[in-house]
């Protein structure tokens, strides 16, 4: 599996809410998933990867999803 990486730019940090510039695009992210020491006016290196569901949560978590699900359509 392969990593996507980028960087961005800390446009601003509000109400635990972190602004963040791609290009032309504005996308925001929780502040707790920004490094510590992340701050307004900075730029951050940014890299994403699949990775395999932990073993012990991914079929647990599907199951518990699952449970409430009717099945059938989407009725809006």
């Known amino acids: 599996m392969s990593a996507t990486e980028t960087i961005v730019f800390i446009d601003e940090i509000e109400d635990r809410v972190a602004r963040l510039v791609l290009d032309?695009?504005?996308?925001h992210l929780p502040r707790?998933?920004?490094?510590a020491e992340a701050h307004e006016g900075q730029w951050l290196r940014i890299s994403v990867a699949?990775?395999?569901a932990p073993p012990s949560q991914g079929e647990a978590r599907r199951?518990?999803?699952?449970?409430?699900?009717?099945g059938g359509?989407?009725?809006?």
């Open 24 to 27: 032309e695009r504005v996308f």
């Open 73 to 76: 359509d989407i009725k809006l």
């Open 32 to 35: 707790a998933l920004l490094p």
């Open 63 to 70: 199951k518990r999803l699952g449970e409430d699900d009717p």
């Open 50 to 52: 699949p990775i395999p």
